[in-house]
């Protein structure tokens, strides 16, 4: 299988899953400013949506979005735990990544782009209200849906990293679920292959 991905990108997040679930992934890496592959080809006829991630499987389909990624890629090694395989726990990590996409991920769009400063604001303030939920939830709890690592982790994960470098301060408790994950092997290897630390 191949990850289109750009380092530091939400790409990170199915980059993370990969290495937790021990699956082996080739790595493209994208430039999503020109939208073209290292070789220089288009990027735009591997995805025409024009960002990643992208996960190309050894059929040739194409998984497209990040949330139905990870949960794809959870569920080729169910006994990882990654993805729940049944009952009311698969629901709930569904729902975290549905929050997460829409009420978190989304926000950051004008915060990368070239939004009025207005804009940015707004969209920094509604960050900063939803993690606040986050903060709450994760009250008592290592991970989003208690004690096991899970795909929605790995995408909170990305969007704390991405807060970290538009200095959006992180809650007690979203802090402390940074430094704890961040210091998992799987995700400091993905760091790692992406450039992204040492």
């Given at each position: 299988m191949k990850l289109y991905y750009s380092p530091g990108a939400c790409s990170l997040s199915p980059h993370i899953v990969a290495n937790e679930a021990g699956i082996p992934l080739e790595l493209v890496k994208v430039d999503l400013k020109a939208h073209k592959l290292e070789d220089g080809s288009d990027y735009y006829k591997v995805n025409p949506k024009g960002y990643v991630p992208a996960l190309?499987?050894?059929?040739?389909?194409?998984?497209?979005?990040?949330?139905?990624?990870?949960?794809?890629?959870?569920?080729?090694?169910?006994?990882?735990?990654?993805?729940?395989?049944?009952?009311f726990a698969r629901y709930k990590v569904a729902e975290w990544l549905t929050f997460i996409n829409g009420e978190i991920h989304k926000n950051f769009g004008p915060l990368f782009g070239t939004a009025s400063d207005d804009v940015k604001a707004d969209a920094k303030a509604k960050i900063v209200k939803r993690f606040d939920y986050v903060n709450g939830e994760l009250s008592g709890k290592k991970f989003l849906t208690g004690d096991a690592f899970t795909v929605a982790d790995a995408y909170l994960f990305v969007m704390a990293t991405w807060a970290h470098h538009m200095k959006i301060d992180l809650p007690e408790n979203l802090r402390k679920f940074f430094q704890h994950v961040s210091q998992r092997p799987a995700v400091h290897k993905a760091m790692q292959e992406e450039g992204?630390?040492?």
């Amino acid at each position: 299988m191949k990850l289109y991905y750009s380092p530091g990108a939400c790409s990170l997040s199915p980059h993370i899953v990969a290495n937790e679930a021990g699956i082996p992934l080739e790595l493209v890496k994208v430039d999503l400013k020109a939208h073209k592959l290292e070789d220089g080809s288009d990027y735009y006829k591997v995805n025409p949506k024009g960002y990643v991630p992208a996960l190309q499987l050894d059929d040739g389909n194409m998984l497209t979005e990040g949330p139905a990624i990870v949960q794809y890629l959870g569920d080729l090694k169910p006994d990882s735990g990654l993805m729940p395989q049944k009952g009311f726990a698969r629901y709930k990590v569904a729902e975290w990544l549905t929050f997460i996409n829409g009420e978190i991920h989304k926000n950051f769009g004008p915060l990368f782009g070239t939004a009025s400063d207005d804009v940015k604001a707004d969209a920094k303030a509604k960050i900063v209200k939803r993690f606040d939920y986050v903060n709450g939830e994760l009250s008592g709890k290592k991970f989003l849906t208690g004690d096991a690592f899970t795909v929605a982790d790995a995408y909170l994960f990305v969007m704390a990293t991405w807060a970290h470098h538009m200095k959006i301060d992180l809650p007690e408790n979203l802090r402390k679920f940074f430094q704890h994950v961040s210091q998992r092997p799987a995700v400091h290897k993905a760091m790692q292959e992406e450039g992204l630390v040492k």
